[in-house]
């Protein structure tokens, strides 16, 4: 029994050793986004959105932690629980990218549809 628990725990050291090498990063852009996030609440309108870089870089520096933790005791449950955490991270992201995205094709539109019609408006006008 106690191979069979040796065994598990030099397993998930070894396939815990990617995220637990990139562990560093993960929680040096934590932390940074949790700076970028205070400083969104500073503004007024930041204020809005500055609770999710907070939340992610809390999500991403965890993930970070729990991945030190799945490689030094080859536990499977922190190995598990940091991969859920890059997994919340990204989910996140992608969904901020994809509104980011639909945002700024309605923008360009108003700024295209609001240029044509603008552009009428000199139109009408005799400059000589």
Same mark, same amino acid.
């Given at each position: ?25 993960? !929680? +040096?852009?934590?932390?940074? &986004?949790? @700076? ?8 007024? #309108?930041?204020?809005? $959105? /500055? ?35 890059? !997994? +919340?991270?990204?989910?996140? &992201?992608? @969904? ?8 700024? #094709?309605?923008?360009? $539109? /108003? ?18």
């Amino acid at each position: 029994m106690e191979q069979a628990n040796t065994d598990q725990a030099n397993l998930i050291k070894e396939v815990s050793i990617p995220v637990y090498q990139a562990r560093g990063w993960m !929680k +040096l852009i934590g932390i940074l &986004m949790i @700076i970028v996030g205070v400083f969104y609440a500073l503004t007024i #309108v930041g204020i809005i $959105i /500055a609770w999710l870089p907070i939340w992610m870089g809390v999500v991403l520096y965890q993930a970070g932690s729990s991945s030190e933790q799945a490689y030094i005791n080859g536990d499977k449950y922190s190995l598990l629980t940091s991969l859920n955490k890059l !997994k +919340l991270y990204f989910t996140i &992201m992608g @969904i901020m990218t994809l509104i980011t995205i639909v945002l700024m #094709v309605i923008m360009l $539109i /108003a700024v295209l549809a609001g240029g044509l019609a603008f552009g009428d408006y000199f139109d009408s006008y005799d400059y000589y």
